[in-house]
């Protein structure tokens, strides 16, 4: 994993003080990454307190440009993350691992796409299915990797998925599930079933 701590800085945010962490990969830009010098991708890590050692509350997150930006009510994104800031914030130690990749890893286009079959009554997983993509393509290694960086050994993961906790203990994070569901807008109610009933998340 060609994976470099590049900067890193204060970030007061309205959920407390964290450190922000950047990290660049000499990979080709995955599809919906920013890019780097023609080829790397960005990710982060949002940091506070001293996450050095075991049991740190952590959460895994992908970008996403609509949610979290322009407020789509389509997913539940914005505030998933929200809640997970909130509950390091309240326990004053733990780590987000940001991946800057829409559409879990489709782009933003190809999500765009997707929110189209979606209003031609395809769940968001035949969506996926029908643009060519698989249901996920998030990359744990990336996660796990960042995590090691900032001396993480084992985490408190903040997810419903099951995919998430099995992929990133593939990738050599040992892992104890807490659940992370929110309040979510009635327009997001068919998004979330899908994760529910086609992808295992957890009720
Ligand atoms: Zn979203």
């Given amino acids: 994993m060609d994976l ?57 997150h992908s970008s996403c440009f609509t949610g979290e930006v322009l407020g789509s009510h389509r997913c539940d994104c914005r505030a998933q993350l929200d809640a997970a800031m909130d509950r390091i914030a309240r326990e004053g130690r733990g780590v987000l691992v940001y991946l800057v990749q829409e559409g879990r890893g489709i782009g933003l286009g190809n999500k765009v796409r997707a929110y189209a079959l979606q209003d031609q009554g395809h769940d968001t997983v035949d969506a996926n299915l029908q643009l060519g993509f698989d249901v996920d393509h998030r990359n744990y290694d990336l996660a796990a990797a960042i995590l090691r960086d900032l001396g993480v050994h084992t985490v408190r993961l903040m997810t419903n998925n099951p995919a998430k906790v099995a992929g990133l203990e593939a990738a050599g994070v040992p892992v104890r599930q807490e659940s992370h569901w929110v309040d979510a807008s009635e327009h997001a109610a068919d998004y979330l079933e899908a994760k529910k009933t086609k992808m295992g998340h957890i009720a």
């Fill in 4 to 60: 470099t701590r590049y900067s890193e800085a204060r970030l007061p945010t309205a959920h407390g003080e964290f450190r922000i962490f950047v990290y660049r990969t000499g990979r080709p830009a995955g599809l919906g990454s920013t890019a780097v010098n023609g080829a790397d991708e960005e990710h982060v890590a949002l940091v506070m307190g001293e996450v050095a050692g075991d049991d740190v509350l952590a959460r895994v």
